[in-house]
């Protein structure tokens, strides 16, 4: 009898199933074990035509999973990357692009400062400060005066976006006055801010921008001026 049909045991076949515990680890998982074993047998293959083929191939199989990604150059670069990365930086292969180096992947970014601001008045925000600060760099002249009344209106529809209710300009010209330390003085000025009922509606206008889709308005069968429901209109004319 041929030993390709040969009847296996199937205790022998449970106890020599592979295990992904027992596999070596995935370095791009993404792309699936088979497509690491490919890049595994090409590091192996000694010719050099033969493993440049075996990679460019390789290469056509990654950029099937993104087809529409495939002839963009920068998304090709990608790929001849990742592909010296899954073989453990072991292909040799010309590639079209620089090749990476482990050190140059290992490499840690800079660690970022964050602000460490602690503001008093929180509902301003930090980018309140830094306008401020412009402003007080600033010679004295009508640019600079401009510059205030923005910062101004723009602390006061702050305020709103927390506080619902209204508030004084005066208010607004004594917080702007502290954070400015005391350099933008606008207690005595006689300029009016903008309207409270403005700002809140564009408060609102913007919240109802940031509003998730996918909530269906429901319809009732009501005229939206009266409320009531619309009457029925019987058609005399015939036809």
Same mark, same amino acid.
């Given at each position: ?96 692009? /620089? ?5 140059? @992947?290992?490499? %840690? ?5 964050? *602000?460490?601001? +602690?503001? #008093? ?90 509003? /998730? ?5 429901? @319809?009732?069968? %009501? ?5 009531? *429901?619309?009457? +029925?209109? #019987? ?5």
């Amino acid at each position: 009898m041929n030993s390709k049909y040969i009847k296996e045991n199937a205790n022998d076949t449970v106890h020599h199933l592979e295990y992904n515990a027992e596999r070596s680890h995935l370095i791009i998982p993404e792309y699936g074990r088979h497509l690491q074993k490919l890049i595994d047998q090409a590091t192996k293959i000694e010719d050099d035509v033969e493993r440049n083929k075996a990679a460019k191939y390789i290469i056509q199989v990654m950029g099937s999973l993104n087809p529409h990604l495939r002839d963009v150059p920068d998304f090709q670069h990608k790929l001849w990357d990742q592909i010296f990365i899954m073989s453990d930086f072991k292909l040799v292969a010309d590639s079209p692009y /620089p090749i990476p180096s482990r050190e140059v @992947l290992q490499l %840690k970014p800079d660690v970022l400062k964050y *602000p460490q601001n +602690f503001p #008093k008045y929180r509902y301003y925000g930090n980018n309140i400060k830094y306008m401020i600060d412009v402003a007080n760099k600033w010679e004295e002249g009508e640019m600079k005066n401009a510059l205030v009344k923005v910062i101004a209106n723009h602390m006061k529809k702050s305020y709103l976006s927390w506080n619902k209710d209204t508030v004084k300009d005066d208010v607004i010209f004594e917080h702007l006055y502290e954070l400015s330390g005391g350099k933008l003085n606008l207690l005595q000025s006689t300029e009016e801010l903008l309207n409270t009922t403005d700002l809140l509606r564009t408060n609102k206008r913007v919240s109802n921008k940031i509003t /998730p889709v996918g909530q269906p308005k429901i @319809l009732s069968n %009501k005229n939206l001026k009266t409320g009531k *429901p619309k009457p +029925f209109v #019987k058609n005399n004319n015939p036809k």
